[in-house]
């Protein structure tokens, strides 16, 4: 495995792109090649991508399809699926598509203890899901909290809103995260403690956050009158003891080779079962694993995550690119930017390389954005007329849930005018409505928002993570980052309740001494 910098593929890339591609104008390359969007365009399960308003031609990407050969990304995908541990600072596995993969499926190169693996998969799934039926015919219960933090809510809460038209009735859905008690606060008001199921989601049942809530809603839960425990928590752990120690006795686990913003595949899903049922929750799974075999089996040139993920790296290391704006035209998916915002930035935000070597060039970019049409009349200005060309990537949805005559063609027309705008731009004699259009953006449709289509939609977008982290010759799979922040607050936890300022610096001794000032 080589790192992309270092093959002899990268200064050929360096050199297209001063000769061609630093000059790109789309407009150009629309009016010299007629076939461009069906070359740059593909329909992938459940996913239909137009990728030709981006500055690449057909040149970059056999330039770019070389650099992944070179780099053996497809030998680093085949040891993901067959259970390698390329999770090299903690040797795990990475198997979260073991979570969607149908029972008893063997697939080629398959380590030996895949089988047992995903018969434990099936096991643990077959009992979450059979439990998420019990909670949906149990009219007694009428609200769910799930009590979590990072791929534990995120994930979750994404989905659960995504999927809204699927949602039982008579169930209502709420997600804690933050240890700032207001949000825990905002969640109870108005829930009885007889009708409320808590979800307490943490791998280890030490999540400082997620304990905390899990405490004082259990509080709160006595304070109301609960009287069962053990029926109305519910733990989404592998600690079993700390659990019990607790008094919740129904725990649904996961494994050490899930990461948290790839878990929702797992136990952690616990929530969106429920909203939508065992079904359509296996929809869910079915609609991912439907992508994991099209990353798997598609050759390179029509393999969809590859070349998102090859464009990434594209627009990060030669344009120069420092973020992307993700505008989901779609209301019920307004928490997906802040899901790939984990995904993403989680995962390939870092600065050293599998060796621990000091990467040479720079790894993720900033996700950020908000649901299209709000973005418009916010953030797009930017995206036109601001100095620096950010890439965009739209998300549409074709057929809609709701019965309001005009609203779906007006929103998809503003889809397709920010993506034509930007592509176009305007001429101007006055400056201040000058467009300069040539600026990038990508196209993802979606024919309905339901449970397969968003499952292969989340799938794409993990894959396509995956192989820029194995260009850059990154694990994609720690986190140490969110390790010294963790550190620090419990040492200045107990600094907060005994004023101790001693051996800070300045900064915060000063800072902690006006949050206690009376």
């Known amino acids: 495995m080589q790192r992309c910098d270092q093959t002899a593929e990268w200064p050929l890339l360096q050199a297209h792109f001063e000769a061609q591609g630093r000059a790109l104008d789309l407009r150009v390359a629309f009016a010299r090649d007629s076939q461009r969007f069906a070359y740059f365009s593909q329909q992938a399960p459940e996913v239909f991508a137009d990728l030709s308003k981006n500055l690449w031609t057909r040149e970059t990407e056999v330039l770019l399809q070389q650099l992944a050969r070179a780099c053996g990304v497809t030998g680093q995908r085949d040891a993901m699926l067959r259970g390698d541990p390329i999770n090299t600072t903690e040797q795990r596995a990475v198997l979260h598509t073991l979570l969607r993969r149908p029972v008893g499926l063997a697939l080629p190169g398959d380590r030996p203890e895949i089988s047992g693996l995903l018969a434990e998969v099936h096991a643990v799934q077959t009992a979450m899901l059979d439990f998420a039926e019990q909670v949906r015919a149990d009219d007694c219960i009428t609200d769910i909290v799930n009590i979590g933090i990072g791929g534990s809510d995120l994930g979750p809460a994404m989905a659960v809103r995504a999927l809204e038209a699927y949602r039982a009735p008579g169930k209502r859905l709420h997600f804690v995260s933050n240890v700032d008690g207001h949000e825990l606060q905002t969640a109870l008001q108005g829930l009885r403690a007889e009708s409320t199921v808590f979800l307490v989601a943490s791998k280890t049942f030490t999540t400082a956050e997620t304990m905390a809530n899990a405490h004082s809603a259990m509080a709160w839960f006595a304070q109301q009158g609960g009287q069962d425990v053990a029926r109305h928590f519910i733990g989404l752990t592998t600690n079993i003891e700390a659990a019990r120690a607790l008094g919740i006795h129904t725990c649904f686990g996961f494994w050490d080779w899930v990461g948290g913003r790839y878990s929702i595949w797992s136990a952690i899903g616990l929530a969106l079962a429920i909203a939508i049922g065992k079904a359509r929750f296996g929809?869910?799974?079915?609609?991912?694993?439907?992508?994991?075999?099209?990353?798997r089996t598609a050759p390179p040139q029509a393999n969809l995550p590859l070349r998102m993920g090859l464009l990434d790296v594209w627009y990060r290391n030669f344009h120069g690119f420092s973020s992307r704006c993700i505008a989901p035209y779609h209301a019920a998916l307004g928490r997906l930017p802040a899901y790939l915002q984990q995904l993403e930035m989680e995962s390939?935000?870092?600065?050293?390389?599998?060796?621990?070597?000091?990467?040479?060039?720079?790894?993720?970019?900033?996700?950020?954005?908000?649901?299209?049409?709000?973005g418009q009349h916010a953030f797009f200005q930017m995206l036109h007329q601001g100095t620096e060309v950010l890439p965009l990537e739209i998300l549409a949805v074709r057929q809609a849930d709701h019965p309001w005559p005009g609203h779906q063609e007006k929103l998809l027309a503003n889809a397709l005018a920010q993506a034509q705008a930007l592509m176009l731009g305007r001429a101007n004699a006055n400056r201040h409505r000058e467009f300069p259009g040539s600026r990038p953006s990508s196209f993802l449709l979606l024919?309905?928002?339901?449970?397969?289509?968003?499952?292969?939609?989340?799938?794409?977008?993990?894959?396509?993570?995956?192989?820029s982290g194995s260009l850059w010759g990154i694990n994609s799979f720690d986190q140490w980052g969110v390790e010294l922040g963790k550190l620090l607050a419990n040492d200045l936890e107990q600094r907060l309740r005994s004023e101790d300022v001693q051996g800070l610096d300045g900064s915060t001794a000063g800072l902690l001494k006006r949050l206690r000032a009376e």
Do not use: Y
């Open 447 to 467: 024919d309905a928002l339901m449970p397969r289509s968003l499952g292969a939609l989340l799938a794409l977008q993990e894959h396509r993570v995956f192989v």
């Open 348 to 374: 390939n935000g870092k600065r050293v390389d599998r060796s621990g070597a000091r990467l040479a060039v720079n790894s993720a970019p900033v996700l950020w954005g908000e649901p299209g049409t709000n």
């Open 283 to 295: 929809e869910f799974l079915a609609g991912a694993h439907a992508m994991d075999e099209h990353f």
